[in-house]
């Protein structure tokens, strides 16, 4: 059974920064891939960022620039640099990670954003 845990969030100023940390139960060696979600009020979950292997990584395009996926093998550690933070990036984060077909979710952390 893999288990993951989110750390790192909470308030924030705009134009502010917060490092997210999802640390897994197993290797995230073995896993088919590693993603970032997010669940803003009124919204559904959309896909924030995906990690595949060594560097192969994409990002929807409002968090283009501003936003770095990474993991540390390791540390069994995901990671989502998050930098110049808007106000609209305001939501719970969830890791995620896919292994043999089959999608694990963490419990999400509050990142807020606001003056």
């Known amino acids: 059974q893999v288990q993951l845990v989110e750390s790192g969030g909470g308030m924030v100023q705009p134009g502010g920064s917060l490092r997210l940390s999802c640390t897994a139960s197993?290797?995230?060696?073995?896993?088919?891939?590693m993603a970032w979600y997010r669940q803003g009020p009124g919204k559904e979950r959309e896909l924030v960022a995906t990690?595949?292997?060594?560097?192969?990584?994409n990002y929807v395009d409002s968090v283009k620039g501003r936003f770095t996926i990474s993991k540390d093998n390791a540390k069994n550690t995901m990671y989502l640099q998050m930098n110049n933070l808007k106000p609209e990036d305001t939501a719970v984060y969830y890791c995620?990670?896919?292994?043999?077909?089959?999608?694990?979710w963490g419990q999400g952390t509050q990142v807020t954003v606001s003056s």
């Open positions: 197993g290797t995230i060696f073995n896993f088919d891939a």
């Open positions: 995620n990670a896919v292994l043999l077909s089959i999608r694990y």
């Open positions: 990690i595949r292997g060594v560097g192969n990584t």
